[in-house]
């Protein structure tokens, strides 16, 4: 069983267009995050949700909207493509109170072109 | 502020050789220090961490202790193999942070048959 899941795989997409990326994770944490990572391969957080309730918030645009259904669904919708979006974006989770202990998804490539 | 400095890769090496990757930090408060690996296609997992100084977190073969005195938290591996060939990634963890990382820019490591 995939632990933190993620579709789509993989993104392709034209400037201006919306676009969203789901996650599910079933090892029933309650706080799940979204990464960025850019080309070089850095890797930045982007928003943490906890109970569904928004908690990291980093400098993002605000094209970039996360939406927690459930505790075990935290989804990333982007409106107005860029082409800086282009990138490979991860969902984790974890448990509350071990955060320090996060578990990845396989990632969403995401180009724009 | 809080920030990760791990050496640029990438690092090539033979099967069996020894490897060290470098990583220091700087930190408001006092952090956990973490490695994560990130093999060709999937999503990062937890390596190794330690909590305070002195702490040596050992996983797999790779060893790395924790050095308040230098800031630092390189991590080894006396024999590496074929399958060690990932990125690695330092990270620190502030308490309370509700899971904010701070990712180094990630090492690629390089294992030659």
């Known amino acids: 069983d995939t632990a933190v899941s993620q579709t789509p795989k993989y993104l392709v997409t034209q400037m201006g267009n919306d676009k969203s990326i789901k996650c599910e994770q079933n090892l029933g944490h309650d706080t799940m995050y979204w990464y960025k990572q850019d080309s070089k391969k850095f890797l930045k957080i982007m928003f943490s949700y906890n109970n569904k309730e928004l908690i990291i918030n980093e400098t993002v645009p605000n094209r970039f909207s996360p939406k927690s259904p459930d505790k075990a669904h935290l989804n990333l919708h982007i409106n107005s493509l860029e082409l800086g979006d282009s990138a490979v974006y991860f969902c984790?989770?974890?448990?509350?109170?071990?955060?320090?202990?996060?578990?990845f998804g396989p990632g969403t490539r995401l180009t724009v072109l | 502020g809080n920030s990760v400095t791990q050496m640029e890769g990438p690092v090539t090496l033979s099967e069996e050789a020894f490897l060290t990757i470098n990583c220091t930090y700087t930190a408001t408060g006092y952090p956990s220090l973490f490695w994560y690996v990130q093999y060709p296609g999937e999503g990062l997992q937890l390596l190794l961490k330690a909590t305070k100084a002195d702490d040596k977190g050992s996983n797999k073969g790779f060893e790395a202790t924790y050095r308040k005195e230098t800031t630092s938290f390189h991590l080894e591996k006396g024999s590496v193999q074929v399958s060690d060939s990932a990125v690695y990634f330092c990270a620190l963890l502030l308490t309370d942070s509700w899971g904010k990382f701070q990712f180094g820019a990630g090492t690629q490591v390089v294992v030659t048959p």
């Open positions: 984790a989770s974890s448990q509350v109170g071990r955060t320090d202990t996060q578990y």
